[in-house]
Structures are given as C-alpha cells and as structure tokens.
C-alpha cells in the first residue's frame, strides 16, 4: 500500500545560507573565515591591501594624499577588547584596555594573538578580584593570606589556626577568630563558587547557595544531603536518603543530580584555561551631546571582486558551469553579503543605542526592557535576524564592554504601572547588598521589601532567583560576626 505525504519545507538559496551563517558568526570568526576566502577563491582580493598599495604608489610618486575635512572625530584605530564587563566606570572614561595593544601595529599582517587575553592562575584572578572591594589594608591582607594558602583544587585545607600562627608577625594585634572568619567569607564570594572551602560539603553548599533556576525546596533538601549526609549520597544509598529525609522519590532524585552536576574541584578549572578571545564590533561613543556609533574598522576585513581575473574569465567563454564559474559565483556572494552584514550590525546596534539611552547615562539600574521584536519592528528585519546580529557581538563603550544581548531584558510591572527590565532590578539588588551591614545582610524577604518599597513588586522566589545570578550567597553566609 502506497501512501502520499505531503510535507512543506523551506530551503534557503546557497546566498542567503552563507548570509545567515556570516551574520552568526563572532568578529573572530568571520575575520577567519573571509581570510579563508581570500585565500582559496582566485576571484577575490583583500580590498585594504590594494588601497595600501594605491596609496604608497601615490606617494612614491610625489603624489599627496589629503584628509578629508570633517566635523566627526577620529575614529580609533584599534579596538579594546575585553571579556568582561566594567560597571562601575565613570561616564567619561575611557574603556579599559587590559592586556591588549592600544596602538595599531605598523608592520604587515595583525597577529591576532594580541587579542588573546591572559589566562590568569586561580590565585591571580581571586586577587583580581579582590581589588574590586573597599577594604582596610588588614582586612585585604588577611584575605591575600587565605588566597595563597589554597591548594590547586580552589580548597582551603590549611587551618585558620595554623595560619593565624604564620602572620602573628605581620599583624598587631593578632587577628582573632571573628577577623579570619570575615576574611575566608570574602575570599568565599570572589570568582567561581566554591572555592576557598575547608571541605567538600561546604564546597557543594557554597555552589548550592549560588545556584541560578533552582527550585527552593531542591535546593533545601540538596544542602540538607551535603551538610547531613554525604557519605550516604556517595554510596548511592537512596533508600537510605529516603527514609532519614522522608522525602518522595522525584524530590530525592532531583536533589541528587542537582548535587552531581556541581564542581567538587572548582580550582582545577583554571588549569590550562584556554585564552578567550573578544573583538568588538562597534564603539559607542557621545560627540557633541549625542551618542553615536562607530564600526570598528580593525574588525571588518573586505573582500572585493578580482576584476582582472573576472574579466579574462568571461573573455575565456567557459561553461558556465565549470568549477570556476561557480568560483566566481560564490565570489560575488560573499563579497555582498559582507557588506551586508557590516550593515546589519551597524543599524542593530544604532538600534540598541536609541532605545537605551539612559543606560549609556545612568548606568545599569536605568537599563530599561527591550525586546528582540522592538529592534526588529525598528529597523523592518526579522526578528531572528536581530538575534543573529546580537550573539557573539561587541561594543566597547564607556562603561565598559558588552555584548549586544546585554541590552536585552523582560519587562517587570511596577505599582505605578510603569514598567522595569529584570536587568535593572539585578543591578538595585546588588546596590542593596553593597550597601548593607555586613552584621546584619539583608535577607531575601527584606530585599523583597525594599524593591517593593520601591514600587517594584516581586514574590520572593524572584529575588531570590536574581540573587543567585549575581552569585550573591545568602544571608547566613554574608553575615561577617
């Protein structure tokens, strides 16, 4: 018996297939592969090069070469790019430059090794981090202490005893209990969660207490196995675990595969971290009051047709669909849908910049919802082709560097009527943190109430959700006796 199916399936056309997967791609990668194409397609030429060329012939010459007079200001000749992100910078700093080279290289082809940045040791990235915090020089250098006595799996095994006897020279008076305690509960909050642990049950419920989408009643009965019992849950005795936490079955298996899915050697992980490479896309900068966006021209290799090549080839009168004929096709492809996406990318993040304004002045707490559908309906795009220019893209501004998606967040109702992104309401969480008594920290039903007093209202599931994305632990373990 023979059947008849009907099945509608959309195909892309070979030009928009590599249009899409150009677009996709981080600056890195495109810069790669037009590299790539340059290199094997004899239809094609490096656009930089021959205008280099042009220009040194002009002034071999005697020729001069002029500037255009313009209102606009320079552009920057090299990128400064970052993998993380600089909140706390002024309005009008400039963007920090890290380890990365802040002039263009005069020689001939970037080593695109200067745009790796260095992998950093577990001990160099906690101190790194460290300096972020406002502390007295007692206070940070207990903490440098317990920094360096860590071992390669991010733990603490030597005691604060045994350590308090090591800097007795080094402090008066000697620190007690109370300082170290404060210290190690410091040391415990920077970086990867986990770490600076004295075992692995305090190792696991530091990661717990950091978890992000975690439902609360696993999470409880998660700490409640590792701080209980661990030695049960290594020896897979889930009957065992069922009987003392009179717990169902589903409960007791989502506690466990949550316990399993964290790091029992959270310092192993930066050993041989591979270098992670950032290149921004765009700057974003404010010129006579107004903030603008500049492409960043280091990132934006342009191919263009070898005419000399295409012209003997049509010349030559070959089948048109001989090997270089659909050399010279894909030629003329990619050639277009470079410039596309520089175009693309260019109109998303003049999008970004429009609608987010208040970012740019104000800083995080006024970065407001946005949603991939406003910039779309903006600039008359598909909605997936906005997402595409987003991934994996750049822009280096004064507060620091951020990828596209940053500047998107859902919208919170608030008791005004108005509206908040759930972005904002992260940054006002951590503001509240920063800001209260170390004695006494801030429980999630009183940041609860505070956003509502506010006029943000939120259940207290929520915050606590936001909390542990900023990895923020809990009260009881921000609390410094």
Same mark, same amino acid.
């Given at each position: ?28 990668? &495109? ?7 340059? +290199?094997?397609?004899? &239809?094609?030429?490096?656009? $930089? ?5 042009? +220009? ?5 010459? #005697?020729?001069? %070469?002029?500037?255009?007079? /313009? ?32 002039? =263009? ?10 745009? +790796?940045?260095? *992998? ?31 071992? $390669? $799996? ?7 005893? /045994?350590?308090?006897? @090591?800097?007795q020279a080094d402090f008066t008076p000697v620190p007690d209990e109370g300082e170290w305690m404060a210290a190690l509960r410091l ?6 969660? #986990? ?52 717990? =169902? ?22 050993? #041989?971290?591979?270098? %992670?490479?950032?290149?921004? $896309? %765009?700057? %974003? ?7 603008? @966006? ?5 990132? !934006? ?20 669909r001989s090997p270089m004929a659909q050399e010279l096709q894909e030629a003329r492809w990619l050639v277009r849908n470079v410039e ?19 970012? &740019? ?14 910039v779309a309906d903006d600039l008359n795009m598909h909605e997936s082709t906005v997402s595409r220019a987003t991934v994996s893209k ?14 998107? *967040? ?8 108005? *509206? ?19 004695? !006494?920290?801030? =429980? ?10 506010? #006029? ?26």
């Open positions: 018996m023979q059947e008849l199916r009907l099945r509608q399936q959309m195909t892309l056309a070979p030009r928009l297939q590599q249009s899409v997967k150009l677009l996709q791609m981080s600056a890195l990668e &495109f810069t790669t592969a037009v590299e790539h194409a340059l +290199a094997t397609n004899p &239809f094609l030429e490096d656009a $930089d090069e021959q205008e280099s060329d042009a +220009a040194a012939a002009a002034l071999g010459a #005697g020729g001069e %070469v002029h500037a255009a007079e /313009s209102d606009a200001a320079p552009e920057p000749q090299q990128p400064v790019p970052a993998a993380s992100e600089a909140e706390d910078a002024p309005p009008d700093a400039p963007a920090y430059s890290g380890d990365y080279p802040t002039h =263009s290289s005069t020689g001939g082809d970037s080593d695109l090794g200067q745009w +790796a940045c260095a *992998s950093l040791s577990m001990r160099e990235r906690l101190s790194q981090d460290l300096g972020n915090y406002h502390l007295e020089p007692r206070d940070r250098l207990l903490a440098e202490f317990i920094i360096d006595a860590l071992d $390669d $799996d991010g733990y603490l095994r030597t005691p604060l005893s /045994s350590l308090c006897s @090591v800097v040391v415990q909050q920077l970086d990867a969660p #986990g770490l600076a642990a004295r075992d692995l049950a305090e190792c696991l419920t530091l990661q717990l207490a950091a978890a992000r989408d975690v439902d609360e009643d696993i999470r409880t009965l998660a700490l409640h196995i590792v701080q209980e019992h661990i030695d049960r849950l290594a020896k897979n005795d889930c009957a065992g675990l069922r009987r003392l936490l009179n717990c =169902s079955d589903e409960a007791l298996r989502e506690a466990c595969a949550l316990i399993r899915s964290l790091d029992p050697k959270p310092g192993s992980r930066y050993s #041989g971290e591979a270098p %992670v490479y950032v290149v921004p $896309d %765009v700057f %974003v900068d404010k010129w006579h009051g107004r903030w603008r @966006v500049l492409p960043n021209r280091n990132a !934006m290799p342009r191919a263009r047709l070898h005419s000399t090549y295409a012209d003997l080839f049509r010349r030559a009168r070959l089948d048109d596309q996406r520089y175009t693309t990318i260019q109109r998303v993040a003049e999008a970004i910049v429009k609608r987010q304004q208040t970012f &740019f002045e104000y800083g995080e707490v006024a970065l407001r919802p946005l949603m991939l559908r406003e750049y822009m280096v501004t004064p507060r620091g560097v951020f990828e596209f998606r940053h500047f998107f *967040s859902r919208e919170l109702a608030t008791e005004s009527g108005g *509206s908040c992104s759930a972005a904002a309401v992260r940054a006002l969480i951590k503001e509240m943190v920063e800001a209260e008594d170390p004695a !006494m920290p801030l =429980s999630d039903v009183a940041l609860t109430q505070q956003l509502a007093s506010s #006029g943000i209202l939120l259940a207290r599931r929520t915050v606590s959700k936001y909390r542990g994305q900023l990895r923020v632990p809990p009260a009881e373990l921000r609390r410094q006796h």
